[in-house]
């Protein structure tokens, strides 16, 4: 896909080469300047296409391209964890994420603010450059750089990067680098996660993961690599404020320091840990290997694996997803081998069914994602019974997911979409989490919580 302002354009790649152009959306990015434009265009583990500072998602169903609202999200740049949960940040903000799946909560226009999304991951946004940074857009207001003349906290933060690979061990598994190229350098989140809630804290005091002395050093994305590394994209420049939003003071640091060059000589790097030698994983079109490959312990290799087995859309491929859907031992695998199948047209309500009873966590929060793919007129009422299941269980990790089911389940059958919505309410009335997702579920039309009825 690329974004050629106002449009969004989807090429397919013939022996190398963009053919066949189709136009995805003539108002993918209207109006602005790049700071606050559409980016991103993250394939997500749930198949939909996803950007920072956007509302919409997209994605390729039964050969159109579909639009969809979604939840608006940071400014620029945009990653996602293990589990398909998605994270961005703004200019001053560490690090924003979302507590559940991306496809969730945006049904209901006239609520804000909804609990379990845009949350505040990591509340500390203090930076420690190793040299001066006086060339920054608002240099002159009071607190924004130190004694020092170096910048605070945040004030270009982007590119965040939730590490996904396996290159540079277990400290650093579930951690988040953000880039600050104001300040020269890129930082290092480390995250836990308790229940439903994703926090983190800063991985060292009063310094930063990679820092530099070249004031023209200025990372503006990170990604994981095939081979495990970190990838870390730098614009490398001077200027780097948009001549829409430069102060007078900043254009007096470009004018005095010759900022303005040298243009053209953006830079990527690698980074490996100094005792590790980094191989690449090689992609096979064929089809066993593939599937073998979203068990691998490299992020980028079981989302790469996940694509291209959909893009082939090779029916072969069925038996050997289904088969790994039984293979517990490996979360991840099950998790992507069902998304697969998802996204290939063939996932079974009995697979689902079978998943959403799983013992991990991590199974039935993916197979609760999957199910509006799923819900029709033949099978809603399987689901229905399988939900109620759960709440009758007292799985409160669940509950959340359950109340913005109902939303689907309600065009089959609204009265029990309604008792479910008010059975979860008076389960759980002070979980903001649950009520949140009822209330927004509730567009057009109120509860009586009152003569409670589970669903039979």
């Known amino acids: 896909m690329i974004a050629e302002p106002p449009n ?16 995805v959306d003539g108002k993918y990015a209207v109006d602005g300047n790049v700071e606050h434009q559409p980016n991103g265009l993250l394939r997500a583990m749930d198949n939909w296409i996803y950007n920072a500072k956007s509302s919409k998602r997209y994605r390729k169903i039964k050969g159109q391209w579909v639009v969809q609202d979604t939840h608006f999200r940071g400014q620029w740049g945009i990653s996602q964890d293990d589990n398909g949960r998605l994270y961005y940040n703004d200019n001053s903000t560490n690090l924003v994420g979302d507590y559940f799946s991306p496809g969730f909560g945006a049904t209901n226009k006239s609520q804000r603010d ?11 946004n203090r930076v420690y450059p190793i040299r001066p940074t006086p060339g920054v857009n608002r240099g002159y207001t009071k607190g924004t750089l130190d004694d020092s003349l170096r910048l605070t906290n945040f004030t270009a933060a982007c590119g965040p990067l939730i590490y996904r690979g396996n290159l540079f061990g277990e400290q650093y598994k579930f951690n988040a680098f953000v880039a600050e190229p104001s300040a020269n350098l890129i930082k290092r989140n480390v995250l836990t996660e308790s229940g439903l809630v994703v926090k983190g804290t800063q991985a060292y005091k009063g310094k930063e993961f990679l820092a530099s002395l070249d004031e023209r050093f200025r990372p503006v994305n990170l990604y994981d690599g095939p081979d495990g590394a970190l990838y870390v994209l730098d614009m490398y420049r001077g200027i780097i404020q948009h001549k829409t939003y430069v102060t007078p003071y900043l254009s007096e640091q470009f004018k005095r320091r010759d900022l303005s060059g040298p243009l053209n000589c953006g830079r990527i790097y690698k980074i490996v840990p100094k005792d590790k030698k980094p191989v690449s994983v090689v992609f096979s079109n064929e089809t066993s290997k593939l599937v073998s490959l979203l068990g691998n312990a490299n992020g980028y290799v079981r989302d790469k694996a996940q694509q291209m087995l959909i893009d082939k859309g090779d029916k072969a491929a069925i038996p050997l997803l289904e088969r790994a859907l039984n293979d517990a031992g490996k979360p991840l695998k099950v998790v992507h081998a069902m998304w697969v199948l998802e996204g290939l047209n063939a996932l079974k309500t009995t697979e689902l069914l079978s998943l959403l009873k799983s013992q991990q966590w991590p199974i039935r929060m993916q197979a609760l994602s999957a199910l509006p793919s799923l819900i029709n007129n033949s099978s809603y009422h399987h689901f229905k019974l399988a939900l109620n299941e759960l709440l009758s269980s007292g799985d409160e990790l669940s ?10 389940l309600k065009p089959f059958d609204e009265s029990a979409s309604n008792n479910f919505l008010a059975s979860l309410a008076e389960k759980y009335p002070d979980n903001k989490y649950v009520t949140d997702a009822v209330l927004i579920t509730t567009e057009r039309f109120e509860l009586q919580i009152t003569d409670i009825n589970y669903i039979s």
């Not at 509950?399 to 689907?408: F, K």
């Open 399 to 408: 509950a959340p997911y359950l109340a913005y089911l109902a939303y689907y």
């Open 114 to 124: 909804l609990a379990g999304y845009t949350e505040r991951t990591v509340s500390d």
């Open 8 to 23: 969004l354009w989807f090429y397919d790649i013939k022996e190398g080469k963009p053919a066949n152009k189709v136009l």
